[in-house]
């Protein structure tokens, strides 16, 4: 399928590594021109120097600066995010401050990138906002609830950025991943097992093993390639109809009667 969208500029925040990398390198592979944000930038460029940077989301100044550099962005793809680095069930096994970095990153910085390029992309009338959230953010997980609560915060405000962007030809949406192989899931399983007897350890692969086969109804992994196809879609004219929406890729974990 021709996705129609060659020479665009698209700006991924969270594109050194994960589904934030796949997403880019999806991008370039229809033509785009892309530009990355991330935190800590130790990959290759994405196509040439300079265009994958070292910045923070939480900082509003920073990702300004990013976006005042490239005037001419079209499409901004928001792929952050942290856990607390603890397991959450029961929920009081954290404290409240173990909430507030979780929330700054996975809630707050999105509100600083739709802050910043909502008014490049009303301009042009035209473009595209997706976020990445989790299946955690439906269903009320308790392996991690200020990560759920974060990212259950962000399908809410994406909601609202795609109706008070929508007269202007500018859509948002939510893309929410299940089971994916990436730092933040082995993060999960490690805190997992923190707490457990030795005994009653598993490792990484034997604990995804039984989550999969406990949540998933199709039984598989999800891919960041399979993510990236569809943040390429989302972009393109095909789309045009779509926003407001969280499209799960999930192997059917969230099912909604």
């Known amino acids: 399928m021709n996705l129609e969208i060659k020479g665009q500029k698209v700006a991924i925040f969270g594109a050194a590594g994960g589904i934030g990398r796949a997403i880019a390198e999806h991008f370039l592979a229809e033509g785009c021109d892309v530009v990355g944000f991330d935190r800590a930038v130790d990959a290759a460029p994405l196509q040439s120097p300079g265009d994958l940077i070292t910045g923070n989301v939480t900082s509003f100044a920073a990702v300004q600066a990013f976006a005042r550099a490239h005037p001419d962005t079209r499409h901004v793809v928001y792929a952050v995010g942290v856990g607390s680095g603890k397991f959450g ?21 999105a509100v ?20 990445l959230v989790s299946v955690a953010g439906q269903i009320g997980s308790p392996t991690d609830p200020p990560y ?19 007269p202007y030809q500018v859509r948002a949406n939510a ?23 030795t005994d009653q350890q598993q490792d ?14 199709l039984g598989n992994w999800q891919t960041p390639d399979e993510c990236a196809a569809m943040a390429t879609f989302l972009a393109s ?18 099912m909604h009667s």
């Open 89 to 109: 069930f029961p929920f009081w096994h954290l404290a409240p401050s173990d909430w507030k970095a979780v929330l700054e990153v996975n809630l707050v910085g």
């Open 112 to 131: 600083n990138v739709a802050h910043t390029f909502a008014p490049q992309l009303i301009e042009q009338a035209g473009g595209s906002f997706l976020f």
């Open 148 to 166: 759920s609560a974060a990212k259950a915060g962000l399908i809410n405000f994406m909601q609202v950025v795609a109706r008070d962007c929508a």
């Open 175 to 197: 893309l929410s991943p299940g089971m994916v192989k990436t730092e933040l899931n082995e993060a999960v399983w490690s805190a997992s097992q923190a707490d457990l007897p």
């Open 204 to 217: 990484y692969a034997t604990w995804a093993a039984q989550k999969i086969s406990g949540t998933s109804p």
């Open 237 to 254: 004219p095909h789309a045009r109809n779509i926003t407001g929406q969280t499209l799960n890729i999930d192997g059917g974990q969230v």
